[in-house]
């Protein structure tokens, strides 16, 4: 709005994040084979990457919901699904152009996260689950869960300022 209001930016915030845990849940059993064959990280940081994995938010039904909602957007013209991955694509683009390194690391692995998640979700063909979990890169996957944190503590913030 004209005095920096956008009250639609937290729900926007939850949408977001519902498609990332959709995501996450789509390459939950990935992840664990992962960490079960010593291939992330440390034991400490499998364990706690196992209790992230095995939280029942990952299987409440609104995950279900954002990601059905997607699929049926990306569905109805397949422009949908082209325009997404070409605004993708433009986001990675403007992180280049970032001055502060550190700003442009940090926002070229949510866009890499986010990513990851739509193609988890929507697949190749915008029908969702067309997508061999087997086939994504450990970088996108490490950037998925990346981006769920840093949405998790987006969220967080905007709680506690509620909150205030």
């Not at 400490?44 to 997607?70: F, K």
């Not at 152009?97 to 190749?124: E, Y």
Request: aromatic share 4%; glycine share 8%.
């Amino acid at each position: 709005g004209p005095n920096g209001e956008t009250p639609e930016a937290v729900e926007n915030l939850y949408f977001t994040m519902m498609l990332v845990l959709s995501g996450v849940r789509a390459a939950r059993d990935r992840l664990l084979k992962d960490c079960n064959e010593g291939k992330v990280g440390d034991a400490q940081s499998c364990e706690v990457l196992r209790s992230i994995l095995n939280h029942p938010l990952l299987d409440d039904p609104s995950i279900e919901a954002a990601s059905s909602r997607l699929i049926e957007h990306a569905s109805k013209d397949s422009n949908n699904l082209w325009e997404a991955r070409m605004r993708t694509r433009d986001l990675m683009r403007i992180m280049n152009c970032v001055q502060c390194n550190k700003c442009r690391f940090h926002g070229k692995i949510s866009t890499l996260g986010l990513s990851t998640a739509m193609q988890l979700t929507i697949g190749q063909n915008g029908l969702g689950s067309d997508v061999d979990v087997n086939k994504i890169h450990r970088v996108e996957l490490a950037a998925l869960v990346t981006a769920m944190g840093k949405f998790s503590s987006g969220i967080d913030l905007c709680l506690d300022m509620q909150q205030q």
